[in-house]
């Protein structure tokens, strides 16, 4: 299906301040961090979700309004999961005149036959749907793919790094993917949840449940992480902006990783290949819903 200039999908939210703020967020992510440049073909992730349907809108209104040219098409993944409304999602990419590809999958019977018991159900989904999303945006033409994560992943990711793997990592805005072909890029990351969420009720987005067995139950730690911010916020109202912040202020010198030592080249200098790793090119192992939502 094509995208028509005709048919305005954020014209009905133009004068909604809310919709002006989070387009405002997303296009300041774009500017600090390079994510769109003149020619990009970008596969946008849309499970269904407030965030990737949010993400989707804002990123076609900002299309229509930049100075350099480029394409969106929406890349659903349907999981074989039994009542996943993948006709719903449909529905709204066709009214809203939207390019789009339905991806159909075996991901449910592939993990009822290969997970082993006791083994996190979302840690291989997230597996099955990123590899999903890499190929079809692939085929598609894509040099990038653009997820849904917002504020609130970027810190949760931080937060359970540090408390339960002992890393000091969250996400990236911009990374190139375990392929080496498509950049993934998260253009939401200075939206909150919350505003977000807010959004998509005034909206009357179409959202679906993801109808995994596990949804609701799974990524305990993760709501831990939710409510912890939750709390301190309620003492500390700036938590958050001053966490993320964190992630784009580091000090390597006042570390205890021993990789970050200076290189003999000269006092000031870091040995980048020892403090970067490639073993820390991907950050995307967290649960599936987190990946297009």
Known sequence: MSNSDSKKPSEEFKNNRLFRTLRHGVGKAIADFGLINEGDRIAVAVSGGKDSYT???VLEEL??????????IAVNIDSGYPGYRTDTIEDFFVKNDFSYRMVPSEHYAIIKEKRRPGSSF???C???K??????AAQTLGCNKLALGHHQDDFIETLLLNQFFVGSLKSMSASMLADNGIITVIRPLVYLAEEDIATFSRQAELPVVCCCC??????DVQRKRMK????????DIPYVKSSLLKA????HPRHLLDTSLRRDSAGPGTLDIHSAYPASLADLDSHVCQQIED
């Open 55 to 57: 993400l989707l809108l």
């Open 63 to 72: 299309r229509r309004r930049a100075p350099v040219k480029f394409e969106l």
């Open 122 to 124: 979302c840690s291989i």
């Open 126 to 128: 997230s597996r099955l």
């Open 130 to 135: 990123r590899g999903a999303l890499y190929e």
């Open 213 to 218: 067995p596990v949804c609701g139950t799974a």
């Open 227 to 234: 409510q912890l911010l939750k709390e301190l916020q309620a």
């Open 247 to 250: 992630l784009s202020n580091v």
